[in-house]
């Protein structure tokens, strides 16, 4: 990042299936870093275990427009869909939220 300020986070809170270890779900996510870093308008992510299986993910985007193409990409992208098959889809929480100060 080129020390601008992100214009919009993407923050998701979730739960793995109770089948998926911390080493299983480590992996997940570094396979959705892998996707989120070759979209369009991606700044960084940084995602944080709660308590496995909970975690909270949070992405930087440069646009609202960005983290939503992003989004939508990767519901019906196939590299995603085992990733989202090994979480519980009533747990998932999803905004995005614009930077309006620094």
Known sequence: MSGQKSNCL???????????SPAEAQQALQKLSEFAQ??????????????HP???DMVWWSSL??????ADAAMKSTFCAPI???????????????SVAS
Do not use: C, I, W
């Open 84 to 98: 989202f098959a090994k979480m519980d889809p009533q747990s998932v929480k999803m905004g995005h939220y614009l």
């Open 10 to 20: 993407e923050l998701v809170e979730f739960q793995f299936n109770s089948e998926v």
């Open 65 to 70: 427009e960005s983290a939503q193409n992003a």
């Open 38 to 51: 070759s979209q369009p308008g991606f700044e960084r992510r940084q995602f944080t275990e709660v308590q």
């Open 54 to 56: 909970r975690y909270v």
